[in-house]
C-alpha cells in the first residue's frame, strides 16, 4: 500500500504504456511518468481542504428549506493533494510554452509575456463591468485605442468590441446583415458558404437562421466565381467567405466576389480568422467587405485554447456600421471615451440589432492584444504577415517531395500548409501520422480538415518558429512520412511512448465513460 496511491490502483502496463518495459515499480509510477487517477479514485474519508466551523444548531428555520438532505459527494482531499493532483496532470499535458502547436487555422503561436505583465497591471486586472464608468477612463481608453488599430488596420469603418470569439463575431456580423436586410424590407434566406470556408461559417449562418448552400472550389483550391455568380439573386443575404482560405490560400477574385454580391443586393461576411498573414499588407475594407471579425486570441497573441478566453471583434462596412451591437465605445466631443449603453443607444445608435453579451469584451484580451500591436508598431505588424507567410511556405516546400501537396503548384501558399494522404502505402492514413508526431513530441497537426482534400493535414507554424524549430518538426515529420510511404508496421502502433496507446476514438466518441462508478471491493 503506497501513500500516494491508497486504492492500490495500478495502471495496466503495455496496455497503456511502453511496451518495451516490463518493470513494474511499486508506485504503478515511472520516475516522472506518472500514472494519475480520477481525482475520485484519488481522494477517500471526510478530508478536507480547509477548516470550518461545525454549522450553527439548530439551523435557522428560514433556512430550512435549503439545506442539503445529503452530504455531497466530494473527493475528500487535502489542500496539497489537490494541487498535486492537478500539477501532476498538468504535466502530462502539451502547451504553446512547451513546443510549437502546429494546428491548422487555430494560430497557436508564443503569447510575448509583455503583454502578460500589462494585463495583470491592477488598473487593468481588477476592474469589474459595474464600475461606474468615471472610475475606468483608462480602461475605456484601452478599448478605444484599440479599436482604432483595427478599424485602421482592415480599412473598415466601425468596429463591434463586445464578440467573444471567432464564431460569436460570426453571429454578430449575421445580426448586422439580417438587421440591415429587415430595415429595407428585404427578408432573404441563403447564406452561400464556400467549400474552402471554415467550418464555424455554414454552423453560425444555420444557427443564425439561414439556409446554407455550398459554393464549390476550383482545382486550385479557390472559390469558383463563376458558380458562386451563378447561384446569387434575391434571395441570398450574403457569402461568408474566408480569407485566406482553409487551403492556406489567398482569395484573389475577393473584390470581384464582392461586386457581383453587393450588385445582387447581398452582403459581404470575411471570416478574418487568419489575419495574422495578411495584417499590414491587406485591408480587406479594399476589397468590398462588410464585416469581419478578427481573433483577437489568434491575430493579435492573447493566449487561447479549451474554450477560451477568446475575443472576436468584428469590424464593419459603412452600411453595416447603424446596426451594430450595444454597448460601444465612442469618444465624444470632450474627447473623452465613454462607453454607450441602451438609455443613450436608442438615440445615438437606433439600428442597433441589440446585445450579444453581457458587458462590453474581455478587458484582458483587450489589454494584451494592444499591448502586442503597440509593441509591434506597423513595421512590426507587417513582419508578423511575412513571417507567418515565409514559415509556412518553408514547411510546404520541405515536405513535398514526401507528403503530397495538392495546392503546391498554385504558387506560394499564405500562412499555413497544406497536404493530403496520397502516396502513403496501402493501410495507411493521416491518423499514422498525426499519431506518429505525438512520439516525436509534437502536438499534430489539424487532420482531415479541410474536406475538400482527402485525408487533409493542415500545419500552420505560425510566424513565432525559429528555422531552427521549423527544421527539427520538418524532420521528425519527414521520417514519420518516409515510414508511412515505405509501410513499415511499427506506425501504426504509434504512440508508444505517450501516457496512453492509440484510442479506439469511435468508441471513446459513442459509448464514452462519463461518470466514475466505486468499484466493488
Ligand atoms: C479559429 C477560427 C474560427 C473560430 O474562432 P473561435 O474563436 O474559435 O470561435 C473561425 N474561422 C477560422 C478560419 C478559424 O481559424
Redesign the pocket.
Known sequence: MNAHNPSGWRPAMGEGSDAECDLVTHSGDRALMVEEPLIFELGGGDKCGVDFDGPEEPPLASLEPFLRKEAPVLPGLTEPETVRHYTRLSRQNYAIDLGPFPLG???MKHNPRLNEKVARLPGFADVHPLQPQDTVRGALEVIEQLADWLVRLTGMNAVAMSPK????G?LCGLLCIRAALEARGDAREVVLVPESA?G??PATAAFAGYGVESIPATPDGRVDLAALEARLGPDVAGVMI?NPN?CGLFERDMKAIADAVHSAGGFVYC?G??FNAIVGKVRPGDLGVDAMHI?L??TFSTP?GGGGP?S?PVVLSEALTPYAPLPFVARGPDGAVRLVEEEDGAAELPGSFGRMTAFHGQMGMFTRALAYILSHGVDGLCRVAEDAVLNANYVLRSLEDLLDAPYGASGPCMHEALFSDAGLAEGFSTLDIAKGLIDEGFHPMTVYFPLVVHGAMLVEPTETESKAGLDRFIGSLRDIAERARSGDESLKAAPVFAPRRRLDETRAARKPVLVWKEQEG
Open positions: 487555422s487555430c494560430t470569439a471567432g464564431a460569436h460570426e471554415h464555424t461559417n474566408t482553409t471570416d480568422a487568419n481573433n486570441h489568434k487561447h477568446g472576436g
